[in-house]
């Protein structure tokens, strides 16, 4: 019998309806092939909302949310609600909904497809065959800690405060997330902190150390931010799966994402302790493009693929997607934000026949 999964769909803003409509088709084209059975619930988020019911984040779709399998976000804003009070701002809905699924834990992959090697602003042969992944806490330390604040002095001298802080419970929280994705890719796990400085990294350098005792099979190395920022454009190769505190991971990811040289290809994913993941496309709602049928789908499909791999476990189903990704880009065709001598120029739509064709037996 099928597994039956339930999917909120937020397709948002820009060209969020456009890659979404790609993503779903993909979905249900593998869905026979893996004995899998989607239920797509469409919801409102973003500049969508605030023009249908004048939210960003309606209740009605964090309930949905809450209530599926998983969640597909597209992207949202526009400049038409960039003058909006920020409370209505769709920015916020997108921070709503994240805070509402009590998403602690962030995956961003940086993956180099060879033929898309020569859009990376590093060597070739530096490169070359980088598969790796950022896991960074995403609810916690610096940027929520306690005090902040710009106070004044005794000597009437300004002075900004951020703390950052975590507790072990947190940060075992993250480390397992870690472990556990490390061991789905290579099985090694490198831990980035500031331990020669802080002590909060202090810490999270001795409970992870602790947590790799429950987990024998996967290699866990440490490294100090500024290292890990250095060794990310020297030699990438050498990381599988990173793990890192809410401020390093927010610069290192982007890092990571930058090595691969091109935003219509990059893919994330959130995860909270229970409930549902999100999982959407790290580029926005690119309205300079929108309608046009030019938006690049596959940061949405590989979004869609790391939803079937991270939050519903069908690594298999995700694999078919990636290598029928593989497939068109190796027969040449590109949209357009891609686009290089001697390969074909496709839209949005027709990437997305392409896909379907791969996928069809
Ligand atoms: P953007 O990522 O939307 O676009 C940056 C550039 O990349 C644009 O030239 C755009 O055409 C191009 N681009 C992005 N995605 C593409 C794709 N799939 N295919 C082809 N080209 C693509 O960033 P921006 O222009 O700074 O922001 C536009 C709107 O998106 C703003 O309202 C911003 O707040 C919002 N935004 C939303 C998210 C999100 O939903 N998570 C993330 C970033 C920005």
């Known amino acids: 019998m099928a597994t039956p999964y339930r999917i909120a769909v937020l397709a948002g803003d820009g060209i969020g309806p456009e890659i979404t409509a790609v993503a779903l088709e993909v979905l249900r084209a593998i869905a026979p092939r893996f004995n899998l059975e989607f239920e797509f619930v469409p919801a409102l988020v973003g500049g969508a909302a605030i023009d249908a019911v004048g939210e960003p984040l309606p209740a009605a779709t964090l309930k949905t949310c809450r209530q599926s399998d998983a969640v597909l976000l597209a992207a949202i804003g526009g400049t ?3 003058n909006l009070p920020r409370h209505l701002r769709p920015e916020t809905g997108l921070l709503a909904l994240r805070a509402g699924l009590g998403l602690f834990a962030n995956l961003r992959p940086a993956k180099i497809f060879p033929q898309l090697i020569h859009a990376s602003s ?20 610096i940027y929520f800690g306690q005090p902040r604040g710009i106070f004044t002095t005794e000597t009437g001298e300004q002075r900004g405060v951020n703390t950052m802080a975590y507790t072990a419970g947190e940060i075992d929280r993250i480390g397992r997330v870690a472990f556990e994705i490390a061991r789905k890719r290579q099985g090694k796990l490198c831990s980035v902190d500031k331990a020669n400085v802080l002590e909060v990294s202090q810490l999270w350098r001795d409970r992870l150390s602790a947590l790799s005792i429950e987990y024998p099979d996967v290699a866990l190395t440490h490294l100090y931010v500024d290292n890990a920022a250095m060794q990310l454009v020297r030699a990438p190769k050498q990381f599988d799966t990173i793990v890192t505190a809410n401020l390093f991971g927010d610069i290192l990811s982007d890092i990571a994402a930058m090595l691969t040289g091109s935003i219509g290809m990059l893919p994330s994913a959130s995860l909270g302790e229970s409930g549902p993941g999100l999982f959407e496309p790290v580029h926005g709602s690119a309205p300079d493009i929108a309608g046009q049928d030019k938006a690049n789908p596959l940061a949405m499909v590989l ?40 390969c074909t120029l496709v839209g949005c739509r027709e990437m997305g026949d392409l896909l379907i064709k791969e996928l069809s037996p």
């Open 80 to 82: 038409q609600w960039d």
């Open 122 to 141: 590093l060597k070739p042969e530096v490169i070359a065959g980088v598969d790796l992944m950022v896991v960074r806490e995403l609810t916690g330390g």
């Open 303 to 342: 979004s869609a693929a790391m939803m079937l791999r991270y939050g519903l476990n069908q690594p298999a189903a995700a694999q078919a997607i990636e290598e029928a990704i593989t497939a068109v880009l190796d027969r040449g065709y590109r949209t357009a934000d891609l686009m290089a001598e001697g």
